[in-house]
């Protein structure tokens, strides 16, 4: 039941034919999860709490940074430093306090993924890394949920429902494969308008609200994308795979899996050495300490060395590194060159190009400026 509070608050929707006073209690009765508390969960979690939603799941192990600030609305100058749970639950609650936001502070992962998930009705995509796209789309298959997916990239976005159990594909059928690791630029590599995460997210939240209303028709075998520089729309079609591991007729994946492995990037949060070519930030340190007498490089943007910095490094951004091998030649082969980027992807990109070139003497930074920043 609602109170009068409640009534007074909701007023607005009550006049719609497909909400009422039976659906405003159907949103209060219902809960999403939400995975991640950033550009995606931020605007999501914002109108579903405005909206009604009784429950709120929301994963997030982060705390607030101030370059979250450019695009993470549920988050201020004030809760700078906090947990991003601690930040969005205060927000939520200034929003609606009739809300109830239940904090997972954890890595979401094959482990409690599972366990997380059972008790919400919808999960909500707002995650910017393959191997949790691919959990999340297979946790929500197994517990028979719709996955609210959505992506962003610079100035254009993506949107889609994955629910096999309601008629519609899954994302392994319209990606059954991930991209090889480090192909695709993260948000921080690439960059992102800030607006534009907040459009998706908003987008997300109405197709929670439309599936637990029952209203309208879902985006169920078609991608939505979107181009925020032209103003357009596009819509694609998405077909259910037969042959789709997960929600095909003879499935392969009949469990969680390692995600990380899948996508090959189990080292993504590694930030000490795991084989040859690698060192950690603190041998780093020690070098630089100790008189280093070869070359560290940084395969970063020039935007992101303007950021943050190591002062002894040379900048020379990964898509015009090959265009140093000359120069790197006539220093010798067996020269020591450690290479960095901001988390070690892109910088173990370029110590494999300089192995296939015959240099023996080359490390990756494992954990990137990132980890440097945390010694």
Not at 2 to 23: D, I, M, P
Not at 66 to 91: P, V, Y
Not at 311 to 318: E, F, I, K
Request: hydrophobic share 40%.
């Amino acid at each position: 039941m609602l109170s009068t509070e409640e009534k007074a608050r909701y007023a607005r929707h009550f006049s719609l034919s497909q909400v009422g006073l039976e659906g405003q209690e159907r949103l209060k009765n219902s809960s999403v999860l939400c995975i991640g508390a950033g550009g995606l969960g931020s605007p999501s979690s914002l109108y579903l709490a405005a909206a009604g939603i009784g429950r709120i799941g929301i994963v997030d192990p982060d705390v607030v940074e101030l370059s979250n600030l450019q695009r993470q609305i549920l988050h201020g100058q004030s809760t700078l430093g906090i947990s991003k749970l601690d930040s969005a639950e205060a927000r939520i609650n200034e929003i609606n306090p009739h809300v109830k936001v239940e904090k997972h502070a954890c890595h979401f992962t094959s482990e409690n993924a599972l366990t997380i998930a059972a008790d919400y009705d919808i999960i909500i995509d707002g995650t910017d890394n393959f191997p949790t796209r691919y959990l999340s789309n297979d946790v929500a298959f197994f517990l028979k949920k719709p996955n609210i997916y959505a992506s962003i990239f610079r100035f254009e976005g993506q949107l889609s429902v994955f629910a096999p159990h309601l008629g519609g594909p899954c994302y392994r059928c319209m990606l059954p494969e991930p991209p090889d690791p480090g192909s695709v630029p993260s948000c921080a590599e690439a960059g992102v308008l800030g607006v534009l995460p907040g459009i998706l997210g908003s987008l997300q939240a109405m197709e929670a609200i439309k599936l637990i209303l029952g209203a309208g028709t879902p985006p169920l075998g078609r991608l939505i994308h979107y181009d925020a520089l032209s103003t357009a729309f596009r819509e694609f079609q998405l077909r259910r795979d037969p042959e789709c591991p997960l929600c095909g007729e003879n499935p392969s994946v009949t469990q969680l899996i390692d995600y990380q492995a899948f996508c090959g990037t189990p080292e993504c949060q590694v930030t000490t050495p795991t084989g040859p070519g690698e060192i950690s930030v603190e041998q780093l340190q020690e070098k630089l300490n100790t008189g280093f007498g070869g070359i560290l490089i940084d395969v970063r943007e020039t935007w992101e060395h303007e950021v943050a910095n190591i002062d002894t490094a040379r900048l020379v951004p990964l898509a015009t590194f090959p265009s140093m091998l000359d120069e790197l030649k006539t220093m010798g082969v067996d020269t020591e060159i450690l290479i960095l980027c901001k988390s070690g992807m892109r910088s173990a990109r370029a110590v494999e190009f300089l192995f296939q070139q015959g240099f023996t003497n080359t490390h990756n930074v494992v954990g990137g400026i990132d980890a440097w920043h945390r010694l």
